[in-house]
């Protein structure tokens, strides 16, 4: 589970985002919503430690990311994956070596292990076939399967997406989601999706947070989303559904 508690960040004296709460439940598919400029982004990066807050806490599993020492901060760190917008993949590396990096960089295991479990990952988003395929060679679907590998390779106990489905088409995009439900259940993982994808958050939007102007005004799920009486909410719906 991961905890954030009166959450604040700012810019140059901008305010980012003002007092975020919210609780993001293991096993669970827990989606972040919001207009451009929300704060959605920024929150991300708060919570995987990009960029620190100027108040507030993080904590995972009772552990306070923000005020942690850093050896703390180094262990919450190896229990994350990150699928990034758009993949970003190494272009200079194969697949199969983008999935293991990682591991390279983290672990001592030989590279027997590491190329044994980067395989694995592959199987499992259903691109072993493409190991030894270059980035360039693969399709815009098949990048954000490599990602997905790459953010499960060492077996996360938290997961953070930042718009998966951006720039895929409906069906790809549909393929996608279901691979990150699958693997939220099937690994018990605390999954965090950053997404303007409302299909996306109807499809498998557990737990819903939206954000206005870097404040929380709603928290929900799928099922509670559209019967929501939040004016802001009912306004960002209208503009995504329609």
Request: hydrophobic share 40%; glycine share 10%.
């Amino acid at each position: 589970m991961i905890e954030i508690k009166n959450i604040h960040k700012e810019f140059d004296g901008k305010v980012v985002l003002d007092g975020v709460d919210g609780c993001f439940q293991k096993g669970k598919i827990n989606m972040v919503i919001g207009g451009s400029g929300t704060g959605k982004s920024v929150l991300l990066k708060c919570m995987i430690g990009i960029l620190k807050p100027e108040a507030g806490q993080v904590l995972y599993d009772g552990r306070d990311f923000v005020t942690a020492p850093n050896d703390t901060i180094k262990s919450i760190r190896r229990e994350m994956g990150v699928l990034f917008q758009g993949g970003a993949l190494f272009d200079s590396k194969t697949v199969l070596e983008n999935v293991r990096f990682p591991l390279d960089i983290l672990t001592h295991q030989s590279m027997e292990e590491k190329n044994e479990r980067a395989f694995k990952c592959l199987q499992r988003v259903g691109l072993e076939a493409a190991a030894s395929q270059m980035p360039s060679d693969i399709s815009g679907g098949m990048k954000k399967r490599v990602g997905i590998a790459r953010a499960i390779v060492m077996n996360p106990k938290y997961l953070f997406c930042d718009e998966p489905n951006s720039g895929l088409d409906p069906l790809t995009a549909v393929k996608i989601d279901l691979l990150i439900q699958e693997i939220t259940k099937e690994f018990d993982i605390t999954t965090v999706v950053i997404s303007h994808d409302m299909n996306s958050v109807l499809r498998m939007g557990e737990y819903v947070m939206f954000l206005k102007n870097g404040k929380k005004l709603w928290e929900g799920s799928n099922k509670t989303l559209m019967s929501t009486d939040e004016p802001s909410l009912q306004e960002f719906l209208s503009t995504k559904l329609h």
